[in-house]
């Protein structure tokens, strides 16, 4: 065999490679964007299952409003802030968080530094807000952005 026919079998072979790559690659995008329509995001949903026992609302009252958050992140804390301005006592406040002690507190709403509770509800991003319905089971969930609307979201559990 020639040298120019081993460099041409060669290169021959490196493109059959980088095809089966850009195949699979290919595919595992296509299925992660089948997955992303039914709201599959490699962690475990929370809307529709219990709440941890620490965050559900407490006797008499019809909701509860619980954020997922992290100390490090600008946002959090931002939401922290909205979420301790809501007024009404029918819905329990809470914060679950890495690190109380990085967060102001707040007359009204709960900071709960909770290991436990927080693993069980952190889906891969904070702030996450969850609503809670009397039975402590999770009803919404939002991801919360920079061009989240917070008045509007945490209207959910203000008196109309």
């Given amino acids: 065999m020639s040298a120019q026919m081993a460099v041409a079998l060669l290169a021959l072979l490196v493109a059959l490679f980088a095809l089966v790559a850009l195949l699979a690659v290919y595919a595992r995008v296509r299925a992660l964007e089948a997955g992303r329509e039914v709201g599959l995001s490699g962690y475990a949903a929370v809307v529709g299952r ?33 979420l301790a301005a809501i007024r009404d006592v029918g819905v329990r406040l809470v914060a679950v968080v890495d690190r109380a002690d990085a967060f102001a507190p707040h007359p009204g709403a709960e900071l709960l530094g909770d290991p436990a509770a927080r693993a069980e509800l952190f889906e891969g991003y904070a702030p996450t807000v969850l609503q809670l319905d009397a039975a402590g089971t999770v009803v919404h969930r939002t991801f919360v952005d920079t061009d989240t ?12």
Avoid: E, M
């Fill in 50 to 82: 219990p709440a941890p026992l620490s965050i559900r609302p407490r006797p008499g009252q019809r909701a509860a409003i619980a954020a997922v958050l992290d100390a490090d992140c600008a946002l959090c804390h931002a939401v922290w802030d909205a």
């Fill in 149 to 160: 609307d917070l008045r509007a979201l945490f209207r959910i559990g203000s008196p109309a």
